[in-house]
C-alpha cells in the first residue's frame, strides 16, 4: 500500500512539476517565479542556460505541442479516489487499483515529457549541454545532502522518541 500511495504522491509532484516547467519555457521570462513551492530538478532543467531566442522559440513550440498532444488529467479518476478515501468503509484493493490506474496514466505523462524534454536537449549545444549537465550535478549534491539530512532528523526523531516511552 505505501508504494502504491508513494506513487500517486509522486506523480501528482511530478504534474504540478510539468505544468512549472511549461510555464517556464512558455512565459516571458524563462525562469519560474523564485521562490516557488514545487520546485524540484526537473522544472528548473534549463536554469542557468544561456539560449539565443531562437533556441527559446523551438523550445516554446515543442511545449505547446506536447500540452496539445497530451490528453488532460482525467478529473474523473481523481473524484473516484476521494469518494474511496472518503467512503465509510475503507476498501483497500478498491484503492489499490484506482492508484495503479492512475499511477498508470501519470507514467503515460511523465514518459511523454521525458521525450519533450529529450528533444529540448538535443536543441542545445554542446557547451550548453555541459553546462546543463555540470548544474545537474550540482542539484544531485543537494538532493543527497537533503536526504542525508533527513535520514539523520528521523533518526534522531526515533531514538528521542524511544527513549521517552521506556
Known sequence: MRKVTTVVMASTLALSSLSHAAEAVTGDSWHPAEGSAQRNTQSHMFDGISLTEHQRQQMRDLMQQARHEQPPVNVSEVETMHR????????????RAQAEKMA???????????????????????????????????????????????????????????????
Open 84 to 95: 474511496l478515501v472518503t467512503a465509510e468503509k475503507f476498501d483497500e484493493s478498491a484503492v
Open 104 to 166: 498508470q496514466e501519470q507514467v503515460a505523462r511523465q514518459v511523454e515529457m521525458a521525450r519533450v524534454r529529450n528533444q529540448m536537449y538535443r536543441l542545445l549545444t554542446p557547451e550548453q549541454q555541459a553546462v546543463l549537465n555540470q548544474k545537474h550535478q550540482q542539484r544531485m549534491e543537494q538532493l543527497r545532502s537533503v536526504t542525508q539530512w533527513q535520514k539523520s532528523s528521523s533518526l534522531k526523531l526515533l531514538s528521542s522518541s524511544s527513549s521517552r516511552t521506556q
